[in-house]
């Protein structure tokens, strides 16, 4: 998740933009299968290709250049690479200036249209690359308890102390050794107050 998804005004004027995609390809595409790849397509463009060109992004989000040319720009670059649906979205971006939160736009995207489709994301965060047995049990466990599909995405952390963190939507799961230490200080520290405030109440008391 890029950075700027975490400014609350920055989420609301992309969930706006995502609504009108959404709302856009769910008029023009046949079925769920196309809305999807329509879906994926401005995903895969806003983090593989306009995440690794800010200077690209740059133009498109300025004014150095008119509306004209930015669109100009957007159909010399993807033209017949992309589809028809996807390449007007982007220049409506452009036209109300907001190209420079198309990654967050396109995560918004994927949210909602998960969130419509009964699609629950979630992450697994592990120290080490998963063996692909055990990734392949721990998906269909979850899939087992959520009851409904999920979309998965992997994280390796190195600094994760043993075992696994799954993160399903907005809940941690915390399996890890390093979850756990945390829980038995937050715990001895929790009964250490409480003795504290125990021994105050007394004093009061006795004064």
């Known amino acids: 998740m890029s950075a700027a998804s975490f400014d609350p005004q920055v989420q609301q004027i992309a969930t706006v933009y995502a609504r ?3 709302q856009a390809v769910t008029k023009e595409l046949p079925d769920s299968g196309a809305i999807e790849a329509a879906v994926e397509e401005l995903e895969v463009l806003a983090g593989a290709v306009f995440a690794k060109q800010p200077q690209l992004v740059e133009r498109l989000s300025g004014t150095r250049i008119s509306l004209v040319e930015k669109v100009g720009l957007l159909q010399r670059i993807l033209g017949g690479r992309v589809s028809g649906v996807v390449l007007r979205f982007l220049g409506v971006v452009c036209q109300h200036g907001r190209f420079s939160l ?8 994927r949210v909602l249209f998960n969130q419509s489709s009964g699609v629950v994301p979630v992450t697994i965060i592990s120290a080490v690359e998963l063996p692909a047995d055990v990734e392949s049990r721990v998906t269909e466990n979850l899939v087992r308890a959520l009851g409904k599909k999920i979309e998965l995405t992997k994280s390796v ?8 963190q799954v993160r399903v939507g907005d809940t941690v799961f915390d399996g890890s050794v390093q979850g756990r230490l945390e829980r038995v200080r937050r715990t001895a520290f929790e009964r250490a107050a409480e003795r504290i405030r125990a021994e105050f109440d007394r004093f009061v008391s006795v004064q």
């Open 157 to 164: 952390q190195p600094d994760l102390l043993g075992g696994l």
């Open 20 to 22: 009108g995609f959404l």
């Open 102 to 109: 198309i990654e967050s736009i396109a995560e918004r995207t």
